[in-house]
């Protein structure tokens, strides 16, 4: 309902051929239990390896939910209404990264900049060491 909206989970899962898929699950009791979706996955496997890590967030530029993932050596940018249909936006990486390996955890956040907005994306490498940071116009 609109006075009691549901918590939404989004996460990393495993297919049966192996490969990771990007799925939902919610809670109307104020995240005390979980119930996965039956519209999993809510974002398909491209067909990759090393497809997870999914960091959603309201963006107020967009006026919709946005979520970044890593997708072996670069990320991929989504972008949803509800956070059950997704449509791949962009991609970015690995050009100008000197780091050689499998994306993880990456994350996107705005700030402020010398008066502008900018977005700031980051990951970290497989082994645990900062891969890039890059600066978006927002």
């Not at 050689?100 to 977005?119: A, H, R, S």
């Amino acid at each position: 309902t609109n006075e009691n909206p549901p918590i939404i989970a989004i996460y990393t899962s495993h297919h049966k051929d192996g490969l990771e898929q990007q799925s939902i699950a919610y809670s109307n009791d104020k995240g005390r239990h979980f119930e996965k979706s039956y519209l999993n996955p809510v974002i398909k496997n491209p067909g990759i390896s090393d497809f997870r890590d999914p960091k959603a967030f309201w963006n107020p530029v967009r006026r919709c939910w946005s979520l970044v993932l890593a997708a072996q050596d670069r990320v991929f940018f989504y972008a949803s209404q509800d956070m059950k249909n997704w449509e791949k936006t962009g991609e970015f990486g690995p050009e100008g990264n000197h780091v050689k390996g499998v994306w993880e955890c990456p994350d996107l956040f705005p700030i402020e900049y010398k008066g502008k907005n900018v977005w700031v994306q980051h990951d970290k490498s497989l082994r645990g060491r900062p891969l890039q940071n890059a600066v978006f116009p927002g």
